[in-house]
């Protein structure tokens, strides 16, 4: 049933839900799916050589190339043979259907739709970059997605999207004097973990969060994919606004558009207390493993990093040199700075910065996403500890050594003192190298998820892997993104994944996999949906998914859906059991176990049938 214009204008509406109304003509109810306007579309060079390839092959018109880009943020230089052929693919169409490169000289694409005015507050923004939701930082609605949504708004302007639940997160209290955004971040990440925000729209309030500059919410917003958040949204000031450069006259509105309406309803109000915060830091492999930096204080580092979307912005980088002024970094130590963009690396340098940071011992490259992409600035080790700015520490999402979150100002104070530390208490001199090699940490055991059967009807040997939050880099590495013929990404599934690295050569077609919650959190990449494709992986069940990854799943057409962990237990589910599976009606039996009770899953949403049974998303 639809709403009218004005009866939905009488309803008072959140954030995400006003946005969302402005931009379709369906009524706004959380879980319902609209047909989505999209403002701005972008694709990145990983994804970008996908997104062309299907737009040739089905010979897809660009439905505005005004408000379609690509931005080559991923390997500025394009150091791997793969991702150079891949940009310049892209170049080459983008030139015959007249669309905008933001090319390897611009810096990351989410920041530079945000400083160039591309996006304003209230827009729909897409990406092939997970991190898209920075948006929320100025009030717009951001989203990554993977390649086939990314080519479907190009061609059509709008994409289909679940409305998400609304919740509001308050932040009481004033952090200590040493505390950044970035540690707040990370303290609310301790407080809500990996899947805390699954499914929701974040609204961020409180007097700390009112008063952050551009360059606070942007470190903010950037890491609400870690909390399995659609997207952190905080409504801009009149002085964010103006530090873009908005004209003064269309700030005020500007500001009172991209408001929640009073009396608007949220399905969850979040409390996180900041009062007196001192500095956190992620532990390696999981960013939501925060605790305070006295807890690792003193620990050796190989490595350091300053930059990524999370915390490249200008601000970050002159806080880090206002610490290593009139020091050096330590000599076992490389200290790796990247800033987000041009004109971020333009203004660094008119004003001497760079010049700080290269006397005090720090490289410098070019603008761009950096530490957390394969190949621009370099990935650690075995056995090398980096501490990073980054947003993901991912096992091997940065190398294959171990690596620290944390903000600029304990990233600096750690590169000055050779071990983990803090701007206010760094060591007169560096600490002495430990020459004893530290044997690096096997990965952490993980766990798998497929795709591709016969509805409704599926039969198939099960792999269950009991775990939460298996990421994408656990299912299908980063090293292996500039593949793009699906048929070779099927030997890379669970690549990354201690325990389950030989399953591709173990999978047979036809069997059905079985994770934990929140399965496929992290990177955008259709990948890790293909390479079970590839290897004929006829269903995915979860306990839940990360939203990017369902997206990718159901538009690749690989049937999926969710089983609580109840149903797993009535139906004593284990590895090597036939089960089968009516996607339709919504039923699980062990086949194996014929005493065990008929077990309930999520029957197929109407749109999965209708996606599945056209062949994908983009098929006719």
Request: with cysteine; aromatic share 6%.
């Given at each position: 049933?639809?709403?009218?214009?004005?009866?939905?204008?009488?309803?008072p509406?959140?954030?995400?839900?006003?946005?969302?109304?402005?931009h379709?003509?369906?009524?706004?109810?959380?879980?319902?799916?609209?047909?989505?306007?999209?403002?701005?579309r972008?694709?990145?060079d990983?994804?970008?050589?996908?997104?062309?390839?299907?737009?040739?092959?089905?010979?897809?018109?660009?439905?505005?190339?005004?408000?379609?880009?690509?931005?080559?943020?991923?390997?500025?230089?394009g150091?791997?043979q793969?991702y150079?052929?891949?940009?310049?693919?892209?170049?080459?169409?983008?030139?015959?259907?007249?669309v905008?490169?933001?090319?390897i000289?611009q810096?990351?694409?989410?920041?530079q739709?945000?400083?160039?005015?591309?996006?304003?507050?209230?827009?729909?923004?897409?990406?092939?970059?997970?991190?898209?939701?920075?948006?929320?930082?100025?009030g717009?609605?951001?989203?990554?997605?993977?390649?086939?949504d990314?080519?479907?708004?190009?061609?059509?302007?709008?994409?289909?999207f679940?409305?998400?639940?609304?919740?509001?997160?308050?932040?009481?209290?004033?952090?200590?004097?040493?505390?950044?955004?970035?540690?707040?971040i990370?303290?609310?990440?301790?407080?809500?973990?990996?899947?805390g925000?699954?499914?929701?729209?974040?609204e961020v309030?409180?007097?700390?969060?009112?008063?952050?500059?551009?360059?606070?919410?942007?470190?903010?917003?950037?890491?609400?994919?870690e909390?399995?958040?659609?997207i952190?949204?905080?409504?801009?000031?009149?002085?964010?606004?103006?530090?873009?450069?908005?004209?003064?006259?269309?700030?005020?509105?500007?500001?009172?558009?991209?408001?929640?309406?009073?009396?608007a309803?949220y399905?969850?109000?979040?409390?996180?207390?900041?009062?007196?915060?001192?500095?956190?830091?992620?532990?390696?492999?999981?960013?939501?493993?925060?605790?305070?930096?006295?807890?690792?204080?003193?620990?050796?580092?190989?490595?350091?990093?300053?930059g990524?979307?999370?915390?490249?912005r200008?601000?970050?980088?002159?806080?880090?040199a206002?610490?290593?002024?009139?020091?050096?970094?330590?000599?076992?130590?490389?200290?790796?700075?990247?800033?987000s963009?041009?004109a971020?690396y333009?203004?660094l340098l008119?004003?001497g910065?760079?010049?700080?940071?290269?006397t005090?011992?720090?490289?410098?490259?070019?603008?761009?996403c950096?530490?957390?992409a394969?190949?621009?600035?370099?990935?650690?080790?075995?056995g090398?500890?980096?501490?990073?700015?980054?947003?993901r520490?991912?096992?091997?999402?940065?190398g294959?050594?171990?690596?620290?979150?944390?903000s600029?100002?304990t990233?600096?104070?750690?590169a000055?003192?050779?071990?983990?530390?803090?701007?206010?208490?760094?060591?007169?001199?560096?600490?002495?190298?430990?020459?004893?090699?530290?044997?690096?940490?096997?990965p952490?055991?993980?766990?798998?998820?497929?795709?591709?059967?016969?509805?409704?009807?599926?039969?198939?040997?099960l792999?269950?892997?009991?775990?939460?939050?298996i990421?994408?880099?656990?299912?299908?590495?980063?090293?292996?993104?500039?593949?793009t013929?699906?048929?070779?990404m099927?030997?890379h599934?669970?690549?990354?994944?201690?325990?389950w690295?030989?399953f591709?050569?173990?999978?047979?077609?036809?069997?059905?996999?079985?994770?934990?919650?929140?399965?496929?959190?992290?990177?955008?990449?259709?990948?890790?949906?293909?390479?079970?494709?590839?290897?004929?992986?006829?269903?995915?069940?979860?306990?839940s998914?990360?939203?990017?990854?369902?997206?990718?799943?159901?538009?690749?057409?690989?049937?999926?859906?969710?089983i609580?962990?109840?149903?797993?237990?009535?139906?004593?589910?284990?590895?090597?059991?036939?089960?089968?599976?009516?996607?339709?009606?919504?039923?699980?039996?062990?086949?194996?176990?014929?005493?065990?009770?008929?077990?309930?899953?999520?029957?197929?949403?109407?749109?999965?049938?209708?996606?599945?049974?056209?062949?994908?998303?983009l098929?006719?």
């Amino acid at each position: 049933r639809r709403m009218s214009k004005r009866a939905r204008m009488s309803v008072p509406q959140t954030l995400v839900e006003k946005i969302f109304s402005s931009h379709t003509a369906e009524a706004i109810q959380p879980g319902s799916i609209v047909d989505l306007a999209v403002d701005v579309r972008c694709a990145r060079d990983f994804a970008g050589a996908n997104v062309v390839k299907h737009m040739k092959t089905r010979n897809l018109p660009v439905a505005d190339p005004s408000k379609t880009f690509f931005t080559f943020d991923c390997n500025p230089g394009g150091s791997d043979q793969k991702y150079a052929a891949n940009q310049h693919a892209c170049r080459l169409w983008a030139r015959e259907n007249g669309v905008k490169v933001f090319d390897i000289t611009q810096g990351i694409g989410t920041h530079q739709v945000i400083e160039k005015r591309i996006v304003r507050p209230g827009d729909v923004f897409l990406s092939t970059d997970s991190h898209a939701n920075i948006l929320g930082a100025i009030g717009s609605f951001g989203q990554g997605m993977g390649d086939v949504d990314i080519a479907a708004s190009f061609t059509h302007g709008r994409v289909w999207f679940k409305v998400p639940k609304s919740a509001k997160l308050v932040l009481r209290g004033t952090p200590g004097p040493n505390a950044t955004p970035k540690d707040v971040i990370l303290r609310i990440l301790s407080e809500l973990g990996a899947g805390g925000l699954l499914g929701y729209a974040c609204e961020v309030t409180g007097p700390y969060a009112d008063a952050l500059n551009l360059s606070g919410r942007i470190t903010m917003a950037s890491m609400g994919t870690e909390m399995a958040a659609i997207i952190l949204l905080f409504p801009p000031t009149r002085e964010v606004l103006a530090e873009l450069g908005y004209p003064v006259d269309e700030v005020a509105s500007l500001v009172q558009q991209s408001r929640a309406d009073e009396g608007a309803v949220y399905e969850r109000t979040i409390e996180v207390d900041i009062e007196g915060l001192t500095p956190y830091i992620s532990y390696p492999g999981h960013p939501e493993a925060t605790h305070p930096v006295e807890t690792v204080r003193g620990q050796r580092i190989d490595s350091a990093f300053i930059g990524s979307c999370t915390n490249g912005r200008y601000e970050d980088i002159c806080l880090a040199a206002q610490i290593l002024r009139g020091r050096r970094v330590a000599p076992h130590v490389v200290l790796k700075i990247v800033p987000s963009t041009r004109a971020t690396y333009e203004r660094l340098l008119r004003e001497g910065v760079l010049q700080t940071l290269y006397t005090a011992g720090a490289l410098i490259g070019n603008a761009g996403c950096a530490g957390c992409a394969d190949g621009q600035i370099g990935q650690n080790g075995p056995g090398e500890v980096t501490v990073s700015t980054g947003n993901r520490n991912f096992t091997g999402k940065q190398g294959r050594g171990k690596v620290y979150l944390a903000s600029p100002a304990t990233v600096a104070a750690s590169a000055i003192a050779g071990v983990i530390a803090t701007a206010d208490a760094i060591p007169d001199a560096a600490v002495e190298m430990d020459v004893t090699p530290e044997r690096p940490e096997a990965p952490a055991e993980s766990s798998s998820g497929p795709a591709r059967p016969d509805i409704s009807i599926i039969r198939g040997r099960l792999w269950f892997v009991d775990q939460n939050n298996i990421d994408t880099d656990m299912i299908f590495h980063n090293s292996h993104l500039a593949i793009t013929d699906i048929e070779e990404m099927g030997q890379h599934a669970f690549g990354n994944l201690s325990g389950w690295t030989d399953f591709s050569k173990k999978a047979r077609p036809g069997d059905i996999v079985l994770a934990g919650a929140n399965f496929g959190c992290g990177s955008s990449r259709q990948q890790a949906v293909d390479c079970f494709t590839a290897l004929g992986i006829s269903l995915l069940l979860a306990r839940s998914y990360g939203a990017i990854y369902e997206r990718n799943a159901i538009n690749a057409g690989v049937p999926m859906t969710t089983i609580g962990q109840e149903a797993i237990e009535a139906a004593q589910l284990r590895t090597g059991d036939e089960i089968e599976v009516d996607v339709l009606q919504g039923t699980v039996r062990n086949l194996t176990r014929p005493d065990a009770p008929l077990a309930r899953c999520q029957p197929l949403a109407k749109i999965q049938l209708e996606i599945y049974q056209r062949g994908g998303l983009l098929s006719h």
